[in-house]
DNA sequence: CTATATATGCTCAGAAGGAGCATAAGTCGT
DNA sequence: ACGACTTATGCTCCTTCTGAGCATATATAG
């Protein structure tokens, strides 16, 4: 270490003339800030996400602008006008992503006609439990409503065997050469069917691909005339989840997906919790979550192996069989340890049948 | 599944009335863009940052203006200024981080006087090479310069033993009951020192930690009472790497944390790597980057079951020992597994020496 | 009292990963 | 040519992690 710091006291203001290696000449043209926000809460082991309508315009996720005059910053923005909006605390606030695509209404796809200048930041919020909201426009819904291909938790779904695959498989057949293996790369990174296996957090990467390929509903602006070739204009497209405005099918698979890899590194999952809950219970919201079914005695192994749960001392009769331990989240070590997220234990073998032995 | 898709066809257009909560009677104030990049590649098993300066202002992140006339996307006008002020060509680029706090000069903390309503995004791009730019007032630096304390490739640096750590157990001694446990935790978790261990991916928060602390050189925008009686007024700032910009330094940890955690899950290191190198340089690179020693034959031993590299069949005499084989990445296979990243095969023990066995 | 739930404890085996030993094949100084 | 070093590379050992499944406990429904 040879130089030290300028002596000039390094005061933190941005020099008079900003220095980017080239400003000269060039002003950036004001533009617009919107938020977004994916709001999740969990309701009878079903992952729900807030959404609202205007007339009969596709669903959206609430947003709103950002003032700057009125917040400091974005996440104070975003918690006012949702506190304000409904009677959520959010407990757990999360920048998502910033969207800038001035042909963000095609999904980051070219666009014939000149669009505002708009730029949107997705959070997500997630709460401890959906409660009613105040607004006739606003409700809960189940985000695989949205995604149903999306839901493993009782084994793979029909939709995808069926029809999304089939798809895929075609607009790689109908392509060849280099461009054939590309696609078929990138369906089986996504969708993992021989050598790969299905990765949960991969939501946004099949959506978009789905997209690309035309197999859900929201428009794409424009194609170029080889896509407009694409074969799969049979009318899957109505049966691939709800559509929503604009790309917010796209924040929302962000979220999840975000979401879906937080789990494993931060505990995060206790912010979905309620006071009180026994190991299925937390099981329960796992799977909802991450979307597949987990091996019980395992994720109750790991689980208590992290420390950071305490039993009640009371018991759970609503099992329909033997009366199961409550627990409660240990703030104190959930302080300390603000690391660590849960082991998915994930089945690789049958979902529910135990098979003998032999 | 009951809801069909709408019929409308969900046309991707945004509704007339953009539909939020509420938005009514509210504009956004329009605001400006800014990107910002962080340039990162290696060099002599050093990991290096573009740096830009203006005059005797500290040292900044290059960023410009984002003009949504001139670029469709975000990160096509960023490609596009970095082209043409460098020849680097960015292989990689991603999102890091949009900052839109008003106080931002201030770390986000709160300030007195009024700011410009000021956005910025931040970009992390990985280079190949650190290629010489051809603008006088551009520099790469090894990102160590700005956090010293963070390269523990030749063991713990003596600046945390001796004064960092120090001064942020003063920190937590000078508060009591509820508030100094909290403190203690805080710096337990960000720098783990007790039961915890040093986690590299931490730097944002261990940067963000001595910030609040006052341990750094960037000026804190303003200070509550309590804060401007923290101890630690000894001039250590002086010491804790070069300051940066507004809240560069912030924007730099955020992108070595990022990269710190992707090489883990995602094989990006190739991104920063030549055509052909021996195990040791990937080694080196990726403790460049880590910022701490691994064991080599393990490493070689996990790096080899990726099967992401192919020998190329010559050999490296550069070595001083043992001619090394060279390697080069399977593009193919690097396609076909976009997801995988490096085991980091951690030194527990001590960074060189062998203990006899007794 | 029996069938049937769910809860909970425990064992087992394979995979992954942390450490270190041993050997190979160069360079450099004498 | 030889000995001292240096780096490369192969392999073993052992512990921990984790996927699976068996066995037992304690409820409820008839």
Partial sequence: MDTKPTDNEATALRPENPGGIDTAGRAGTPVQITLNAVLA???DNEPKVL???????????????????????????????????????????EQLYTFGDRGREGLGRSLDTPLEHLVSVGYLALAAAAAPVDDADARWRSWYRFFPWEDWRSGKPALLTDAILPALGQWVKSADGQTREQRRARVETAFGQQNLHWEEERILERFELMYE??????????????????????????????????????????AIARLRGKLKYRPVIFQMMGPAFTLLDLQRSVE??????????????????????????????????????LFRVDRDALQNRADMGLVIPRLVHKPTGRRPTE
Same sequence: chains 1, 2.
């Fill in 41 to 43: 809460a969990l309701e």
């Fill in 51 to 93: 959404c609202v309508t205007r007339g009969d315009s596709p669903l959206a996720l609430p947003y709103g602008p950002f003032d700057p005059r009125e917040h400091r910053t974005f996440e104070l923005g975003l918690r006012d006008w949702v506190t304000r909006q409904t009677q959520l605390s959010l407990g757990y606030v």
């Fill in 213 to 254: 390929v035309g197999l859900v509903g929201e428009r794409r602006a424009s194609r170029t005339a080889i896509e407009k070739s694409a074969p799969n204009e049979d009318g899957l497209a109505a049966r691939t989840g709800l559509p929503m405005v604009s790309d917010h099918r796209r924040i929302l698979a962000t």
């Fill in 288 to 325: 909802a979550i991450v979307g597949f079914a987990l091996h019980k005695q395992n994720f109750r192994r790991s689980v208590e192996a992290t420390g950071l749960l305490v039993r009640t001392g009371t018991l759970s009769d609503q099992t329909g069989g033997r009366p199961a331990a």
